[in-house]
């Protein structure tokens, strides 16, 4: 059996995090302890061909501090490179990660639809209108273009491009969810699957009307 120092068996839980991030035990949850043992976003990871552009938005317009890097040798498949990678704090321990290869050739998909460009993006929330406002002024500032802002039905987000061109999304809530909330996203989850399966086109009219069904199912006769 393989033998690790005690500095290597404790290395992951040393990581050096924000001074500001709040520990999982101590965040409230209202909807009571959890049925499940995930407890959030250990990291998300994108590729960048501009380290210093994407240091210098996340950790110096955005202020999210710098906490961890990997400097890798290149290992396994004979198209991995030697690499940098890279972690801020977005908090409660999460992490928004970035790898740099080295000699890595820039790309980008220049005909990815519209629509599903926007599809992917990374939402950071943040808890209050002060708090927006002051990530909109950072941005701002710093001479950047907040692409939009948008009051959803549940959060008001800005939402701006990294260097890399990724959407970035600031969020805040407009209110708490609820148990309802939860119901109606099974709900809405079931007729959508139940419309998909079924032999007609797939639409929202469809999909409202199979929700009307299974919602007066629900109501006790």
């Given at each position: 059996?393989?033998?690790y120092s005690?500095a290597?068996e404790?290395?992951?839980?040393?990581?050096?995090?924000?001074?500001t991030?709040?520990p999982?035990e101590?965040?409230a949850?209202?909807?009571?302890?959890s049925?499940?043992?995930?407890?959030?976003?250990?990291?998300?990871?994108f590729?960048?061909?501009?380290?210093?552009?994407?240091?210098g938005?996340?950790?110096?317009?955005l202020?999210?501090?710098?906490?961890q890097?990997?400097?890798?040798k290149?290992?396994?498949p004979?198209?991995?490179?030697d690499?940098?990678?890279?972690f801020f704090?977005?908090?409660n321990?999460?992490?928004?990660?970035f790898?740099y290869?080295f000699g890595?050739?820039p790309?980008?998909?220049?005909?990815l639809?519209?629509?599903?460009?926007?599809?992917?993006?990374?939402?950071?929330?943040?808890?209050t209108?002060a708090?927006l406002?002051g990530?909109?002024?950072?941005?701002?500032?710093?001479?950047l273009?907040i692409d939009?802002?948008v009051m959803h039905e549940t959060?008001e987000?800005?939402y701006?491009?990294?260097?890399n061109?990724i959407?970035i999304?600031?969020?805040?809530?407009?209110?708490d969810?609820?148990?309802?909330?939860?119901?109606?996203?099974e709900?809405?989850?079931?007729a959508?699957?139940?419309v998909?399966?079924s032999?007609?086109?797939?639409?929202?009219?469809?999909?409202?009307?199979?929700?009307?069904?299974?919602?007066?199912?629900?109501?006790?006769?």
């Amino acid at each position: 059996m393989r033998a690790y120092s005690a500095a290597q068996e404790t290395g992951r839980k040393q990581l050096v995090t924000s001074p500001t991030a709040q520990p999982r035990e101590q965040q409230a949850d209202p909807r009571g302890p959890s049925s499940h043992p995930v407890r959030g976003i250990n990291h998300m990871a994108f590729p960048t061909f501009d380290p210093a552009g994407t240091i210098g938005f996340y950790r110096d317009v955005l202020g999210l501090p710098l906490v961890q890097t990997m400097q890798v040798k290149a290992w396994g498949p004979e198209y991995q490179r030697d690499f940098v990678h890279f972690f801020f704090d977005i908090g409660n321990a999460d992490r928004l990660a970035f790898f740099y290869y080295f000699g890595q050739e820039p790309y980008r998909d220049e005909n990815l639809p519209p629509l599903l460009d926007l599809g992917q993006h990374v939402a950071l929330h943040v808890d209050t209108l002060a708090d927006l406002d002051g990530f909109a002024q950072r941005i701002q500032d710093a001479g950047l273009k907040i692409d939009m802002r948008v009051m959803h039905e549940t959060v008001e987000s800005i939402y701006v491009r990294d260097p890399n061109n990724i959407l970035i999304e600031i969020a805040r809530p407009l209110r708490d969810l609820t148990a309802a909330d939860a119901v109606d996203a099974e709900v809405t989850a079931q007729a959508l699957l139940d419309v998909l399966a079924s032999d007609g086109e797939p639409t929202l009219d469809a999909l409202w009307a199979r929700k009307a069904e299974l919602i007066a199912a629900r109501i006790p006769a």
